[in-house]
């Protein structure tokens, strides 16, 4: 798995699509292809209404199913950081990536004829910044982290909350 | 080589701060400008399609001129001298004929309007007007009809409030991004949330209290709030005592609505409203009543809109943290504001055609009412009408009745349309003198108000790729070939800058640093002892004797509305966050995000019609129809459909959109002369139609 993650904070979301937007606009995606995907959830009908947004992209496996899948050495890993990204140019649009990846992530770009996927901005990264979904986010809910940040922070947060009540 | 340019978002009417980074011409980058802390480097949707925008070629590239008939597409591209020479001798024969008050012009306001009322005050007309009957126009007017100043004088202290009250106002997706962001940090520090529409949206989502009310009955909710809180003294009685009159009149008209009385009309239960009540007692007055944004909606919209402004009073949270708060200028920070371009035209003394501020003295002039200005046209009354300037305003899709609209056009003699893209008003337009995008033009500066004033800049951050011009451009040259050069007097941006900053000590450099500048360090409240309004008496006024004057009642016995022909549903709209007023269906990024939109029937109705979610239904009013897929949900009230606005396009050339969808306004049949009298706007949420299950096959 990559180290890094990108976390994302349900109750601040709004649903608004910028972090598409923002990715498909940084990488000149395909029509239609997602790379990240804001995900619409609903209560069912007769339940109290609720409607929220899960931020989904690629996990950036440690054994990447897709890169296992690849015939032609297009998809990769970066032994720097596991960041799991396809070479477009050594893609023949098999779809064994797709096909491979027990969530479906690689995206179809029809007009290539070719796989794209998150590579987290890996030029960004390089540069010392942040994705262009979590730089950008309407709201701030996306946060550019590490796993051991993440919980950290959370733990930080739910510490202060309880600490709020000290007798 | 690489620059940095701050400039203003255009994307939406909202005009967020943004940065851009642009590499040897080429623009790279956008983000929001981080200078505006409030602002971050947040981005919507919108604002992100911003280069798509640019580089969409299924726009108007070139000035064209109509070559058939109004509306059939057939159009000739001109030179800019070709197209000037053409509007401006029309315009001439128009003017000399009819005189300049034959001439309307309708924008979107905002804060950048200063040049074209120059424009249109230069050529010796009245008729200016934006898009507000459509949208803030009868909160604006409520707002002044109890404070003495119009809804924008005040603004919301969301991130320290503690109650924040939303009637139909969809913060989530009718989105300002930093408004947007403040409400969520508000939630995150505890502030409830109680948000009332018919329709369960994103914003429903995130409050603590959400109603689905029965759409039309807002008002009959507000009176029993207002009830139940002068009822129990659930209100700032010190406050009240200070800076209220008219309390004693309007407690007597409250008297018989109880919140008992309100359930019955709006299907919310008395006891959950006395609990929220009970809730803003203790809020109070860290209280926010959004007095709605687009609240043109119902015959009474303008008396619910001042319901909502008088809460704010009662619950005394006028200049208060985590309330209202005066949104300050220049003079607050003991500097000089920029200098008005369009005050230096001489006023022109001709009657509105319209009749803001004559045959409706209680409207305000300054943006004046489309419809009147098109029942003016149509009419010949108070006088004719022959040339009209759309400049980035459509209103065959804003305003109701498109057929109805475009019977009235076809009197006019001439239509300019001053627009990005081939909206369907600029395809019925005998001109189109395109506009160059946001990023490919410069504006006019903006004052910024708020608790620190301060101005900003729209600045060109490159070289436009098409043949188009800056909107300054049009009317500055259009001016010029008119006679009219000395109103404005410009040859470059830079001269209209330094004309603005002529009295302020501020230089165009300073611009460049942030993007805008501040007039003050530090945020400036007024001293809460010594408010004063705009009113007559200088108080709130809860009774209003000018109204009353010209017969309009300060209070309004409440009138259930009409539930239209058994069997209809009343049809409402909205928007969502990515794709907003038509401008961006055909949007090479957004138009992927969403192509087509839904019809949102509830359950119930959907089994009684045999429709299943994602079935073709047929919705129609007398001999209007059109196809839509369904969306099943529990999420709309069983009374009504709702529908995203802004799709059904007509215009073949905008090809990711043409036919996809449903547009809304065709059913507002007979709605174009359906307004509230009192407030002004244009009731959109007031026809009724009938659904039926359609044929399966896709349609192409």
Not at chain 2, 45 to 58: E, I, M, N, W
Not at chain 2, 62 to 82: D, F, I, S, Y
Not at chain 2, 418 to 431: C, E, H, M, R, T
Request: proline content about 5%.
């Amino acid at each position: 798995m990559s180290k890094y993650h990108v976390l994302q904070d349900v109750k601040d979301c709004i649903g608004c699509r910028a972090c598409e937007v923002h990715c498909k606009e940084k990488n000149n995606s395909g029509l239609g292809v997602y790379n990240c995907k804001m995900v619409e959830v609903v209560a069912p009908e007769g339940e109290k209404m609720r409607v929220d947004f899960v931020y989904l992209s690629c996990f950036h496996c440690k054994k990447p199913w897709c890169v296992d899948a690849c015939p032609t050495g297009a998809m990769r890993q970066r032994d720097e950081d596991g960041i799991v990204y396809v070479e477009g140019a050594a893609c023949v649009g098999c779809k064994a990536c797709i096909t491979a990846c027990p969530w479906t992530v690689p995206q179809w770009n029809p007009e290539t004829g070719r796989v794209e996927k998150c590579d987290l901005c890996k030029d960004r990264i390089d540069a010392g910044l942040e994705p262009a979904c979590v730089t950008k986010c309407t709201t701030g809910c996306l946060t550019f982290t590490t796993p051991a940040k993440a919980s950290q922070a959370s733990r930080q947060a739910f510490a202060e909350r309880i600490m709020k009540h000290r007798r | 080589m690489s620059e940095i340019k701050h400039t203003i978002c255009g994307m939406c009417a909202v005009r967020c701060p943004v940065t851009v980074r642009v590499q040897d011409g080429k623009p790279v980058w956008i983000e929001g400008n981080a200078n505006d802390a409030a602002m971050g480097k947040s981005l919507c949707a919108k604002g992100g399609a911003t280069f798509a925008q640019r580089d969409d070629k299924q726009r108007p590239l070139g000035p064209l001129l109509r070559m058939g008939k109004r509306g059939e597409g057939q159009w000739r591209e001109v030179t800019w001298e070709e197209a000037f020479s053409f509007v401006s001798s029309k315009l001439q024969g128009i003017i000399e004929e009819h005189g300049g008050r034959s001439v309307m012009f309708s924008d979107r306001g905002g804060p950048f309007a200063d040049l074209r009322q120059a424009f249109v005050k230069a050529l010796g007309s009245p008729n200016y007007m934006n898009h507000d009957c459509t949208c803030g126009r009868n909160t604006h007017h409520a707002s002044r009809s109890v404070y003495g100043m119009g809804r924008k004088g005040f603004d919301y202290d969301y991130a320290n409030t503690r109650h924040l009250v939303l009637f139909g106002r969809n913060i989530t997706e009718s989105l300002k991004v930093k408004e947007v962001k403040n409400v969520l940090k508000g939630l995150k520090n505890g502030a409830h949330l109680t948000y009332i529409d018919p329709r369960f949206s994103v914003t429903a989502g995130k409050a603590t209290r959400y109603w689905q009310i029965k759409p039309g009955t807002d008002y009959a909710l507000l009176l029993a709030i207002a009830h139940h809180v002068l009822d129990r003294g659930y209100y700032d009685a010190t406050f009240v005592e200070h800076y209220v009159t008219g309390l004693d009149e309007f407690r007597t008209f409250l008297q018989p609505y109880t919140p008992e009385w309100a359930e019955e009309q709006t299907g919310i239960k008395a006891k959950d409203i006395m609990a929220f009540c009970h809730q803003l007692n203790e809020d109070r007055p860290s209280v926010i009543f959004h007095p709605g944004w687009l609240y043109t909606r119902y015959q009474d919209s303008f008396y619910a809109s001042r319901m909502m402004h008088i809460m704010n009073a009662l619950m005394g949270s006028i200049e208060q943290k985590g309330g209202l708060f005066y949104v300050k200028g220049a003079k607050d920070a003991g500097k000089k504001g920029l200098k008005s371009i369009a005050a230096a035209v001489p006023a022109v003394k001709e009657e509105r055609a319209d009749g803001c501020g004559s045959r409706y003295p209680h409207f305000d002039t300054s943006g004046g009412m489309l419809h009147l200005a098109l029942e003016a046209a149509d009419k010949a009354d108070p006088y004719p009408i022959k040339a009209y300037f759309i400049h980035r305003h459509n209103p065959l899709i804003a305003l109701p009745d498109p057929e109805e609209q475009r019977r009235i056009l076809d009197k006019l003699e001439l239509i300019v349309a001053v627009d990005i893209n081939y909206s369907d008003s600029a395809w019925y337009a005998d001109v189109i003198l395109p506009e160059s995008t946001y990023l490919e033009r410069s504006d006019i500066l903006r004052m910024e108000k708020g608790l620190k004033p301060g101005f900003g800049r729209r600045q060109q951050c490159v070289a436009p790729i098409n043949n188009t011009k800056a909107g300054w451009e049009i009317y500055v040259e259009l001016a010029r070939r008119l006679g009219k050069e000395e109103y404005l007097p410009f040859k470059t941006i830079e001269d209209i800058w330094n004309y603005q900053l002529q009295d302020t000590g501020v230089s165009i450099e300073d611009f460049e640093d942030k993007g805008f500048i501040k007039l003050c360090d530090d945020p400036i409240w007024y001293d809460r002892d010594k408010l004063s309004f705009g009113t007559e008496s200088g108080k709130i006024e809860l009774f209003n004797k000018k109204l009353e004057a010209q017969g309009i009642p300060s209070f309004i016995p409440y009138a259930a509305p009409d539930e239209g022909p058994s069997g209809s549903f009343r049809l409402l709209f909205g928007r969502c966050g990515y794709q907003a007023h038509g401008q961006h269906q055909n949007n090479p990024i957004l138009s992927q995000l969403l192509d087509e939109n839904h019809l949102w029937i509830h359950p119930t109705p959907a089994a009684e019609l045999g429709i299943k979610d994602g079935d073709w239904v047929e919705v129609a009013q007398g001999n209007v129809s059109g196809r839509i897929r369904a969306k099943v949900t529990g999420r709309i009230h069983p009374q009504a459909v709702f529908m995203l606005h802004g799709f059904g396009t007509q215009v073949p050339l905008q090809k990711r959109a043409l036919n996809k969808g449903l547009a809304d306004q065709i059913f507002l049949q007979g709605k174009l002369t359906d307004w509230d009298k009192a407030g002004g706007g244009v009731n959109l949420c007031q026809s009724f139609v009938t659904i039926k299950p359609a044929a399966s096959q896709e349609l192409k």
